[in-house]
T-cell receptor, first 112, second 112 residues
Framework: QKEVEQNSGPLSVPEGAIASLNCTYS??????FFWYRQYSGKSPELIMS????GDKEDGRFTAQLNKASQYVSLLIRDSQPSDSATYLC????????????FGQGTILTVHP | DGGITQSPKYLFRKEGQNVTLSCEQN?????MYWYRQDPGQGLRLIYY???????QKGDIAEGYSVSREKKESFPLTVTSAQKNPTAFYLC???????????FGEGSRLTVL
């Protein structure tokens, strides 16, 4: 089992819709979770961090964490064409202190 | 301006040559990281350092070496032992271990 696994893409949604991105992780002790956005040819930029179970909202973005199910998700409301990018889930491995592991990424396309 | 500076942005080298990629940060961050990204893939951890004069191997350390003699600097050497060095190399830092990582703009290495 991969340490961090994201739902297979690519994902295509119409402008204005909700995009849902999912991620599962294998280390039950993990405590810190992040979503990054990466445009083609650029470096990743941080969108959200989440540390506690439940929802965390920031503008059009909502991160959801369920530690019991080892599941973290990102919802993008009112999706815009500028949201088209690769979204990377990242998890700090509890048993490997200080090591941040990334999923393989999900490509999102928002079409007008 | 505070940030993470990677140099060079683009680098071409012949097979069998060692190459050193520079990463400097003026954010006063304790932890620094090196990742490698191949086309269409997620980020894979090469080395990370939680504090000056200390570093740990990541998932793909073979063929690479690092040093952390100063808090602001974490150079990566790609040695001739690295079988497939052509990739996009990303340096990142965080204020402390297991907090958000912020990335430099990356260095794109092509071995001819």
């Amino acid at each position: 089992q991969k340490e961090v696994e994201q739902n297979s893409g690519p994902l295509s949604v119409p402008e204005g819709a909700i995009a849902s991105l999912n991620c599962t992780y294998s280390d039950r002790v993990s405590q810190s979770f992040f979503w990054y956005r990466q445009y083609s040819g650029k470096s990743p930029e941080l969108i959200m961090s989440i540390y506690s179970n439940g929802d965390k909202e920031d503008g059009r973005f909502t991160a959801q964490l369920n530690k019991a199910s080892q599941y973290v998700s990102l919802l993008i409301r009112d999706s815009q064409p500028s949201d088209s990018a690769t979204y990377l889930c990242a998890v700090f491995g509890g048993t490997s202190y200080g090591k941040l592991t990334f999923g393989q990424g999900t490509i999102l396309t928002v079409h007008p | 301006d505070g940030g993470i500076t990677q140099s060079p942005k683009y680098l071409f080298r012949k097979e069998g040559q060692n190459v050193t990629l520079s990463c400097e940060q003026n954010l006063n961050h304790d932890a620094m990281y090196w990742y490698r990204q191949d086309p269409g893939q997620g980020l894979r951890l090469i080395y990370y350092s939680q504090i000056v004069n200390d570093f740990q191997k990541g998932d793909i350390a073979e063929g690479y070496s690092v040093s952390r003699e100063k808090k602001e600097s974490f150079p990566l050497t790609v040695t001739s032992a690295q079988k497939n060095p052509t990739a996009f190399y990303l340096c990142a830092s965080s204020i402390e271990v297991e907090k958000e990582l912020f990335f430099g703009e990356g260095s794109r290495l092509t071995v001819l």
